[in-house]
């Protein structure tokens, strides 16, 4: 296996494991712990729109990258 595809198939794991645990703490309703910023307003608009609409398309991302994975 090539070096370029290896380290592709290396990040989509990462990318997996960053998205389950992304996954448990929007089911434990903990998006707060995801980072630290000095405008609360911002950050609270940023964590609503996490499940409601990036979380979406960051699964349906990792679907089509592993449907990518599983033709090579």
Request: proline share 3%; hydrophobic share 40%.
């Amino acid at each position: 296996m090539s070096e370029p595809h290896l380290r592709w198939l290396q990040r989509l794991s990462n990318y997996r494991l960053a998205l389950a645990q992304l996954r448990k703490l929007i089911d434990k309703g903990q998006l707060n712990e995801l980072g630290h910023t000095y405008n609360k307003a911002t950050a609270d608009k940023i964590a609503a729109l996490i499940p409601s609409s990036y979380f979406t398309l960051f699964c349906q991302f990792e679907q089509r990258m592993v449907e990518l994975s599983d033709a090579v």
